[in-house]
């Protein structure tokens, strides 16, 4: 149990990794940090799965609802980040100018 347990954290871990370099994508793409069309697309995906696994959907999806508010969480932050490095850079580069 401890295996899969451990397997478990790694896939969140490596999801958390593919995530944070998305959200970076979207901030310097001037990307919204959401995308609530595919949010809604995943979750009928997430419901067919579980049940075919023999779980509860409704579980998978409070389960699962829960990880993307966090990458949603990092995804603004992310975006407040790259904001405030633009606005800092172009503030120094007028600075530079005069």
Known sequence: ??????????LLAERFRITHKIGV???ENDLP???LVRQHQ?????RELAEAEGL???FCERFLHFV?????????????AVSEF?????VHRNDERS
Do not use: C, T, Y
């Open 86 to 90: 633009s606005i800092e850079h172009e």
């Open 25 to 27: 994508f979207k901030a």
């Open 33 to 35: 940090p959401v995308d």
């Open 42 to 46: 995943q979750v009928g995906g997430w």
């Open 56 to 58: 509860d959907p409704d």
């Open 1 to 10: 149990m401890d295996e899969v347990d451990d397997a478990l954290v790694r």
């Open 68 to 80: 993307m508010d966090e990458v949603i969480r990092n995804h603004w932050r992310i975006a407040e």
